[in-house]
């Protein structure tokens, strides 16, 4: 389910990014290469989906990648293995990172409560909401609104005042708004809500003055080195210079031009789903993670990184999913992300070192079907869990 509203052109911060460089491809092997474009080819006829990629890393260097079928139905450009894809909430793992790398340096701590960390209108929220935490903002027992229809949607959208006022403005409202409302669910309870990450990005812009896509940028793209990393659509408006989403109508899939009203989520949403990014930008974050689990990640300290895959309430940690192995390490992050247009979803399986990831540019039924039956032949094959 997406946002209404129009958006503008594809978003980049320059940084200076560090020339870390993109994973290395190994000699593929063979046979998994075949399995992998076989099974991509045949559930993507079979689901009539515009376009598939999935890439498989496995000890820090690809063993297997594709990208089949057509960045915009009704045209003619195909996709590439080097094309960015809309990963919507998949962005919270980058999120929550961006917060750790900020309680690291002590400019906020997981157990802020939302009083200290917006003490002018603390006075103002509702008793409950005043206690909640940011590790509870981050893990989605805040008791906050899932936002799961479109009258949750309006009145977000409506709390948050004109788009004029700028997107740190918007995201404050609708922290000021939600925190002021007595609790939706039970705090403590697993809820899934947007709402925490964006508040969230609100207190890190409350803290530091940043706009929540320039911390990001700083603070996971530039040290990791995701040189092409992004915000909102990938493709320009208009173009097919990257791929579209893709939407239903009238039982076909049909192209989302990235200029017309609709097309994703407003910015405000940003911190809860907004990044895009090509697949090989996208295994060095996933790669940083799986390091952290070993103890050797670059961007934090190995007790952040544990504090990150902690499991709050099952099966949530914070920005993840995940299953814990018996020594209380993850034997799987995981995550899936999708704004109703696009679909993408992240393994993590640090035991033996591997990580897939499939993207599809829709977001229907059928884009979820083909996630699953492209996934789980593959971790059959690859046996992580063994």
Do not use: C
Not at 47 to 63: C, E, M, Y
Request: aromatic fraction near 6%; proline fraction near 8%.
């Amino acid at each position: 389910m997406s946002f209404r509203l129009p958006r503008p052109a594809r978003m980049i911060f320059g940084l200076g990014l560090a020339a870390v460089g993109f994973p290395a491809m190994a000699a593929p092997d063979p046979g998994l290469q075949a399995f992998l474009e076989s099974t991509v080819a045949q559930v993507r006829a079979r689901n009539h989906l515009p376009a598939v990629a999935a890439v498989v890393q496995i000890d820090g260097r690809i063993v297997a990648e594709t990208a089949q079928g057509l960045r915009a139905n009704g045209f003619a450009e195909k996709v590439t293995t080097g094309d960015l894809w809309h990963i919507g909430s998949d962005t919270k793992a980058m999120t929550a990172t961006m917060i750790a790398r900020l309680v690291e340096r002590g400019l906020l701590r997981f157990d802020e409560t939302m009083g200290e960390a917006f003490p002018d209108w603390a006075a103002t929220m509702d008793p409950a909401m005043r206690k909640v935490t940011i590790v509870q903002l981050l893990s989605h027992t805040a008791g906050l609104l899932p936002v799961t229809d479109d009258k949750d949607l309006d009145s977000v959208m409506a709390i948050a005042g004109p788009a004029s006022g700028g997107w740190q403005v918007q995201r404050a409202n609708v922290a000021r708004a939600f925190l002021s409302r007595p609790p939706a669910t039970a705090v403590g309870d697993f809820a899934y809500s947007n709402l925490g990450y964006i508040i969230a990005g609100a207190i890190a812009e409350a803290h530091t003055g940043k706009p929540w896509e320039q911390l990001v940028a700083e603070e996971v793209f530039a040290p990791l080195g995701m040189m092409h990393s992004g915000f909102g659509n990938p493709a320009l408006p208009h173009a097919h210079d990257q791929p579209w989403g893709h939407k239903p109508v009238r039982g076909r899939l049909v192209a989302i031009d990235p200029g017309s009203p609709g097309s994703d989520n407003p910015p405000l949403i940003g911190p809860a789903g907004m990044v895009s990014l090509p697949l090989h930008d996208w295994l060095l974050f996933a790669q940083d993670q799986l390091d952290g689990v070993h103890g050797r990640g670059r961007l934090l300290k190995p007790e952040t990184y544990a504090r990150l895959h902690t499991v709050v309430v099952a099966p949530y940690a914070l920005g993840w999913g995940v299953k814990p192995g018996a020594d209380g390490k993850p034997d799987l992050l995981t995550h899936s992300g999708s704004n109703g247009y696009w679909l993408a979803d992240i393994r993590i399986m640090p035991r033996h070192d591997i990580i897939t990831l499939l993207v599809t540019n829709a977001g229907n039924d059928a884009a979820n079907k083909a996630i699953v039956e492209i996934g789980k032949p593959l971790r059959d094959r690859l046996k992580p869990f063994d």
